[in-house]
């Protein structure tokens, strides 16, 4: 096998049991709702304690004075909705983005020891990267 056949029977295999954000994160009661272009998005710099939120050819499009309500914005896009609910209550939107991140840290040590285990002696953070990409997660 070569590791670009890993990837791919990587990918299919969590694909069909990848918990989705942030439905399986946190329940929605109080929110506000929040408008974004159709286009993926990535956090861009950070100015003055606000985090700007970017599309991917740069354009910004959203300034944040929270940290974990970028993430959660960045994280809620990547399931192709453009209109994303952002509880009000910011201990909410920490809970929710602290348990996607531990799920993706888990994700990525398995991928990683699977990895590993066919290619005792190659690096494994390619690996991880190119099934991430595979299945549109990324982590910050």
Do not use: W
């Not at 272009?37 to 050819?57: A, H, M, R, V, Y």
């Not at 996607?100 to 991880?128: C, G, H, Q, T």
């Amino acid at each position: 096998m070569t590791g670009k056949e890993f990837y791919k029977i990587k990918s299919e295999e969590l694909k069909p049991g990848l918990k989705t954000f942030p439905q399986d994160f946190i329940s929605l009661s109080t929110s506000k709702k929040i408008n974004l272009p159709g286009s993926s998005l990535q956090l861009g710099k950070e100015f003055f304690g606000s985090i700007e939120i970017t599309t991917s050819d740069g354009t910004p499009c959203y300034i944040s004075d929270n940290p974990a309500e970028a993430k959660y914005i960045v994280y809620s896009r990547q399931n192709g909705t453009s209109e994303i609910l952002i509880p009000e209550d910011e201990a909410l939107v920490v809970s929710a983005v602290n348990a996607y991140e531990e799920y993706l840290d888990s994700l990525m040590k398995e991928i990683r020891r699977d990895y590993l285990k066919l290619f005792p002696d190659n690096e494994s953070s390619e690996a991880v990267a190119s099934v991430f990409r595979l299945l549109n997660l990324i982590r910050y």
